[in-house]
C-alpha cells in the first residue's frame, strides 16, 4: 500500500463547478499535509496546507482533513480554465521535514 | 516564501558523463531538500543537502551516484553521475520556509535528458 494515494485522473469539470480532488494516507503518525499544483513543465506550487482536522478555505480552495478516516480532499470552486493542472498531495510526519507525495491527479477544467 | 534558484534549466548530456546541478535560494534556509521527477511520474525525495555535512540519502540513492555538496545556508549542488538513459528527469531542489512550519517551495527545476 502506498503511503499516499491519489485518483490520477484524469477528471474533467465544467467551468464553473467544484472540483473535489481526494487523498488517502497510510501513516497515521503524518500530521501535516500539502496540496500542490503543478503545470506541465512546471515544478510544484503549494496552494494549501492543512494540520487540524477541518475545513480550511483560501479563496476559491478548501483544504479539508478527516483524521480518523486518513482523508485528506482539495475542492476547488468556481473552476476556472487555468485550474488545469495536475494537483499533489502531500504528507509530512511529526518531526520529520520529509515530504511523501502522492502520484498526483490531472485535472482539466472544460470551458 | 524564498525565491529559488536553479541552474542550467535544462541540459541534454550524453552517457556517461556528468551534470552538476546549483541551487541557489535568495535567503538562509536550515533544511534544502533534492527531488527527482520522471516522466509522468511523481516526486521523488533523493536526499536531505546539509550544511556543513554529508547529505543524507533516501533508500535507493547513493553518495557516489548522486553527489550533493552545501556549503552554506543559502546554496547547494547536486552532481549526477556516470549518466544513462534512465537518469533522464527533472530534478528540482526544495527548501522549507521561514514562515509556517514545514512548508516546502520548490525550484524552477532542471530538465535532464540522457542521450
Known amino acids: 500500500q502506498k503511503e499516499v494515494e491519489q485518483n490520477s485522473g484524469p477528471l474533467s469539470v465544467p467551468e464553473g463547478a467544484i472540483a473535489s480532488l481526494n487523498c488517502t494516507y497510510s501513516?497515521?503518525?503524518?500530521?501535516?499535509f500539502f496540496w500542490y499544483r503543478q503545470y506541465s513543465g512546471k515544478s510544484p506550487e503549494l496552494i494549501m496546507s492543512?494540520?487540524?482536522?477541518g475545513d480550511k478555505e483560501d479563496g476559491r480552495f478548501t483544504a479539508q482533513l478527516n483524521k480518523a478516516s486518513q482523508y485528506v480532499s482539495l475542492l476547488i470552486r468556481d473552476s476556472q480554465p487555468s485550474d488545469s493542472a495536475t494537483y499533489l498531495c502531500?504528507?509530512?510526519?511529526?518531526?520529520?521535514?520529509?515530504?511523501?507525495f502522492g502520484t498526483g491527479t490531472r485535472l482539466t477544467i472544460i470551458p | 516564501s524564498a525565491v529559488i534558484s536553479q541552474k542550467p534549466s535544462r541540459d541534454i548530456c550524453q552517457r556517461g558523463t556528468s551534470l552538476t546541478i546549483q541551487c541557489q535560494v535568495d535567503?538562509?534556509?536550515?533544511?534544502m531538500f533534492w527531488y527527482r521527477q520522471q516522466p509522468g511520474q511523481s516526486l521523488t525525495l533523493i536526499a536531505t543537502?546539509?550544511?556543513?555535512?554529508?547529505?543524507?540519502?533516501e533508500s535507493g540513492f547513493v553518495i557516489d551516484k548522486f553527489p550533493i555538496s552545501r556549503p552554506n545556508l543559502t546554496f547547494s549542488t547536486l552532481t549526477v553521475s556516470n549518466l544513462s538513459p534512465e537518469d533522464s528527469s527533472i530534478y528540482l531542489c526544495?527548501?522549507?520556509?521561514?514562515?509556517?512550519?514545514?512548508?516546502?517551495?520548490f525550484g524552477p527545476g532542471t530538465r535532464l535528458t540522457v542521450t
Open positions: 543537502a546539509n550544511q556543513g555535512s554529508e547529505a543524507t540519502y
Open positions: 535567503s538562509q534556509v536550515t533544511m
Open positions: 526544495s527548501v522549507v520556509g521561514s514562515g509556517r512550519v514545514s512548508e516546502q517551495y
Open positions: 501513516d497515521r503518525v503524518s500530521q501535516s
Open positions: 502531500a504528507a509530512l510526519r511529526f518531526g520529520n521535514e520529509k515530504l511523501t
Open positions: 492543512i494540520y487540524s482536522n
